[in-house]
């Protein structure tokens, strides 16, 4: 069997002694909203720390865990913390969580995050809907032996966000007034953001917003048969389109500043997906 298999089955049965939740809908939670997790009906939580082989951060204080409750009347499992390629990872490892919730039983997952805006008209604190992706940047999450039991060796990519989540969550937005941009995210590998020769290389490729996650998930859930959606939050303008230097600090304060209307929008994406 493929090790890589092998390592979520046996993360799978370790989860299993700890909980038999069947989520319908997966979570993966990014800065400024990880306590969205906090607010919703706990029935369970699982530190990373207590999955046998599974990739925990080495930093003192990153903490991480699944959280298994509902939103309204919806099973699902949110991730309060993410694993990023920057840390060091390789990229099966990135993506294992991803899998292991599609494993638990996730149908549909949901990726957040925060972004650098590359389109000239986005200003920080702007929502983007991710309507596509660019990952040519960074390692296929696909490549090695193909894990059969997940999907195919060669899966097609040409509707990675799912039309019909797009339009709820279109929908939802505008329910709420939050206006929403529609855009293309290019991941890049960090940890350092992007020269702004690279922004420019990024808008030529036809990006709206940078970031260092994201992209590399949804492709592993895509291949599994999941279906998914993308919002990133739109904290700063990318390298070289202000004069200001970019900073993680600016990146958490905007994410913080509208993390009420995100999370209030992301509750009425899982209650109506
Ligand atoms: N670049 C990459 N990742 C990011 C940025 C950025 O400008 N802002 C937030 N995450």
């Avoid at 032996?145 to 997940?150: A, F, S, T």
């Avoid at 329910?175 to 992007?194: C, D, H, M, N, W």
Wanted: aromatic residues 8%.
């Amino acid at each position: 069997m493929n090790d890589i298999y092998k390592k979520l089955e046996m993360c799978l049965k370790s989860v299993r002694t700890k909980t038999d939740f069947q989520p319908e809908v997966a979570l993966i939670l990014g800065s400024g909203l990880g306590d969205y997790a906090d607010g919703i009906q706990i029935e369970q939580t699982v530190d990373y720390t207590e999955i046998e082989g599974f990739p925990v951060s080495t930093v003192a204080g990153h903490k991480g865990r699944f959280v298994f409750g509902y939103v309204g009347e919806v099973p699902v499992v949110v991730m309060q913390g993410r694993v990023h390629y920057y840390e060091g990872y390789p990229m099966s490892d990135v993506v294992l969580p991803t899998r292991l919730m599609g494993m638990m039983g996730a149908k549909k997952l949901i990726l957040t995050n925060a972004a650098g805006g590359v389109n000239f008209d986005y200003k920080p604190g702007d929502f983007m809907m991710i309507t596509d992706h660019i990952t040519t940047a960074v390692p296929s999450p696909l490549i090695g032996p193909n894990i059969d039991e997940l999907g195919a060796r060669f899966p097609d990519m040409s509707e990675v966000y799912s039309l019909r989540i797009r339009e709820i969550i279109r929908e939802e937005a505008k329910k709420l007034g939050i206006s929403l941009r529609e855009g293309v995210y290019a991941q890049l590998t960090g940890p350092a953001y992007e020269t702004p020769a690279e922004i420019r290389m990024c808008r030529s490729w036809g990006a709206d917003a940078v970031g260092m996650s994201t992209a590399c998930e949804a492709m592993a859930a895509r291949h599994m048969g999941m279906e998914v959606c993308g919002i990133s939050c739109i904290t700063n303008l990318a390298a070289g389109m202000s004069t200001k230097q970019l900073d993680h600090k600016e990146v958490q304060e905007t994410a913080d500043r509208v993390a009420a209307q995100f999370k209030a929008l992301l509750t009425a994406i899982v209650s109506n997906i």
